[in-house]
């Protein structure tokens, strides 16, 4: 595992969207995978930044998301979809067709399976990103999730569901169900970038990076990973 540690959240931002921008440059059909929460928002500021700045080029890159709650409709301003579309899709000159977020609604086991088939069909990911709970979970694949599955519909847990009640107006409105891509199908990316910002997340971090891979902190799977570069403020490097 590479870390790189910066001193503010803007210089871990800029690092991750310098990364994501060379490899659209080297691979303009890029297929990147995405991640929602607060943790990402800094970086696809400055990846709308540099597509209005530099013009960047998003006509054929292809994006997979990994999660959405079940439930919410696209349109609903809760949703993953919705999120994506704002602060990020909507900024770039980006093919909406090329953009995927799993659809929350319907017939969610065959949406599980039609999910992995869109992105087989795509060759794969090339750089996914990820974020990291506080209770070591990426995606929804909360602690005890194991590591063969693929796309599946996940039960959130307590601790997520509180953590994710701050874009909702109380933790009894937060969807307690999502979609979410498995463990397999994160570590089948050919490259991973994961961010970490602030105390609340040393220690999980410090439990990953040197804690025994166990299906106990979902993201110490990533030790078993090729290619896997965290991004890490010092506060969440503090206990490294
Ligand atoms: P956060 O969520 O960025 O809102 O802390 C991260 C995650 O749950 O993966």
Same mark, same amino acid.
């Given at each position: 595992m590479k870390i790189n540690t910066f001193k503010d959240p803007i210089q871990v931002h800029r690092a991750v969207a310098k990364e994501i921008i060379e490899a659209i440059q080297q691979r303009p059909n890029l297929v990147l995978g995405l991640s929602t929460g607060s943790t990402p928002l800094g970086t696809y500021a400055e990846l709308v930044k540099d597509h209005q700045e530099?013009? +960047? /080029? @998003?006509?054929q890159v292809i994006t997979f998301n990994l999660d959405e709650y079940e439930? $919410? /409709? &696209? #349109? /609903? &301003? %809760? !949703?993953y979809r919705h999120f994506m579309n704002q602060h990020l899709f909507g900024h $770039? #000159?980006? #093919?909406? %067709?090329n953009t995927h977020v799993p659809l929350g609604t319907g017939d969610i086991e065959k949406e599980c399976r039609d999910y992995e088939d869109r992105i087989k069909s795509a060759e794969g990911i090339d750089i996914q990103l990820l974020g990291i709970g506080i209770?070591?979970?990426?995606?929804?694949?909360? &602690?005890? +999730? !194991?590591?063969?599955? @693929?796309t599946h519909a996940a039960e959130l847990s307590e601790d997520t569901i509180l953590a994710n009640s701050?874009?909702?107006? !109380?933790?009894?409105?937060? &969807?307690t169900r999502a979609i979410t891509m498995g463990i397999k199908s994160i570590l089948q990316a050919k490259r991973i970038f994961l961010i970490a910002l602030g105390l609340s997340k040393a220690q999980v971090i410090k439990g990953m990076v040197?804690?025994?891979? !166990?299906e106990s902190l979902p993201?110490?799977? $990533?030790?078993?990973?090729?290619d896997v570069t965290l991004f890490l403020n010092e506060e969440a490097a503090s206990l490294l």
């Open positions: 530099n013009g +960047t /080029d @998003y006509g439930g $919410l /409709d &696209p #349109n /609903d &301003p %809760k !949703s $770039l #000159n980006i #093919n909406q %067709k209770n070591g979970h990426i995606g929804f694949n909360e &602690p005890g +999730t !194991s590591f063969d599955t @693929y701050k874009f909702f107006e !109380s933790p009894n409105q937060v &969807p040197s804690g025994p891979v !166990s993201a110490s799977v $990533l030790q078993n990973h090729a």
